[in-house]
């Protein structure tokens, strides 16, 4: 028999039995509310009257999932069990995802099928080269990315539905790839540069630097170092359980919305500089700082400050009260690519700097704040020549398999119903309706 926590209300005592996780993790389930003495389970409202409160969610557990694990105490993090750290060393991204979306990291077989699948869906409609043409040449690439991913519902309205076994591999490998498409057309669209097509000789990271990089009359010289590097962080943002855009993505799918429309609201989600945004934000501070001559002292004191205005971005993190791995992984790759291509960025230097002093500082020590998966991120891409507007971008295509994984994971779960919060109205009473000559 399960445990059971006590919930003692207007005089009488309500059982609620206690979930735990495969990693020991425990959670209060308020669908099987039983009244002491009685037999018949139900929601905690339904039984008590009551509702929880749980602005932000920090407390609440919003599904079951066996995708990825998180120890935010110890700084662990799995894909399906497996440990970053050892994925990033011996995976690609593409395998990654794979692992994410179906559970199992693939046979060569399974992977040759799956790059035949990606290959297949890389190229976009051609009508959808006149939307990207709409878009005014100071457009932000996330509010691109966005919009295009809506719009393929458009042209292939008879594929998409929202959830068929037997189609999905083949959706899920279209967005994977389209995405990546989407977000290199993005970028030559924003600085009037000629769209570059895939190329189906070069896999999924190099033909996205490829579409990014070529010219119509000059190919881009594919570095593999560079390559892997810009897959390594693909592979580093491939999924982070209930995060703010997963949770978008799982309660647009909640009402039956298709992958396309879930995965669109996913990535307006995750350009918000809190979440996938920070990236771009890391860059800009550390510009800012190395701009203004400070060494990071003035900026640190500033971000301590309420009133500043100034967070340190590519710090501190809803779970992670500990170093986060991803960046562990990062900063390490960060002093890899930078020797590898005999160049030095004073934006590290800063950044380093700036670590060693927070992480010393009894503000920044007593609140558990540590450098995030964003705080190296943007300095790899800076040196292999991604522009700072397109890093949530990038943050983007790896978060994909992460946000199909959840959509396939709810969309395959028979008691998933629409996702419908509550609310504690603190607003008038009943009011009397005032007509319009007598307002003030
Ligand atoms: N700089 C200065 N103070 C901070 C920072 C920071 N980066 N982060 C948190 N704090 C303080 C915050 O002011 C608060 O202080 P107090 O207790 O005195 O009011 C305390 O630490 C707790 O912060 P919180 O805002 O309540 O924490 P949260 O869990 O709601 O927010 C966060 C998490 C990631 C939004 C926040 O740490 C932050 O804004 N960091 C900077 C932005 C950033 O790097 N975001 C990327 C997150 S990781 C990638 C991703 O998943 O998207």
């Known amino acids: 028999m399960s445990k059971m926590a006590k919930l003692e209300l207007d005089g009488k005592v309500y059982e609620l039995p206690i979930v735990e996780g495969s990693e020991g993790e425990k959670a209060i389930d308020l669908t099987r509310c039983v009244e002491l003495g009685g037999t018949k389970p139900g929601d905690l409202r339904a039984k008590t009257g009551c509702i929880t409160l749980d602005p932000s969610l920090g407390n609440t557990g919003s599904c079951s999932s066996n995708i990825t694990f998180i120890d935010g105490e110890r700084g662990i993090l799995r894909y399906r069990g497996i440990p970053i750290e050892e994925l990033a060393e011996k995976s690609r991204f593409i395998e ?10 693939p046979t ?37 990315l966005s919009s295009m991913i809506n719009a393929t519902g458009c042209f292939y309205h008879d594929k998409i539905e929202h959830y068929n076994p037997d189609t999905f ?32 000789k070069y896999k999924y990271t190099a033909n996205f630097l490829h579409m990014m990089f070529s010219l119509p009359y000059k190919e881009y010289e594919m570095r593999p170092e560079v390559v892997s590097a810009l897959d390594t962080i693909f592979l580093l943002h491939a999924d982070h359980e209930q995060n703010c855009s997963t949770s978008t993505v799982r309660t ?31 860059i800009e501070m550390l510009s800012d700082i190395h701009r203004s001559g400070d ?14 205005g100034k967070r340190l971005m590519g710090f501190g993190h809803r779970i992670y009260k500990n ?15 930078l020797n590898s291509m005999k160049r030095s960025d004073p934006l590290l230097d800063i950044a380093k700097k700036l670590e060693e002093a927070a992480l010393q500082d009894p503000y920044f020590v007593e609140r558990r704040l540590y450098p995030n998966v964003d705080f190296y991120s943007g300095i790899i891409m800076r040196a292999i020549g ?7 971008v990038i943050f983007a295509i790896g978060r994909t398999p992460g946000w199909i994984a959840n959509f396939k994971e709810l969309a395959e779960d028979k008691t998933t119903r629409i996702n419908r919060p509550r609310q504690v109205y603190i607003g008038q009473t009943l009011s009397p309706y005032t007509p319009k000559q007598d307002r003030t």
Not at 112 to 121: C, G, I, K
Not at 386 to 392: D, L, R, S
Request: glycine fraction near 6%.
């Open 386 to 392: 991604i522009p700072v507007e397109m890093f949530t």
């Open 295 to 308: 060494d990071g002292t003035r900026f640190i004191e500033d971000a301590k400050k309420k009133d500043s």
């Open 169 to 200: 591999k083949d959706l899920a490998a279209m967005l994977l790839s389209q995405v990546r498409t989407i977000a290199a057309f993005s970028y030559r669209k924003s600085r009037g540069l000629p769209i570059i097509y895939p190329d189906p």
């Open 252 to 282: 647009v799918a909640s009402s039956q919305a298709s992958l396309f429309a879930s995965a669109a609201a996913g990535v307006c989600a995750l350009w918000g500089p809190l979440h996938g945004g920070a990236n771009q934000a890391v």
């Open 108 to 144: 060569s077989l399974e992977t040759h099928m799956f790059s035949q699948m990606l290959e297949n869906h890389e190229l976009l409609h051609e009508d959808m080269k006149f939307h990207f043409q709409g878009f005014p040449p100071y457009s932000h690439p996330m509010a691109i």
């Open 323 to 337: 170093y986060d791995p991803r960046a562990k992984i990062i900063k390490a790759k960060c002093d890899e690519i």
């Open 96 to 105: 990654a995802a794979y692992l994410l979306i179906f559970g199992k990291l």
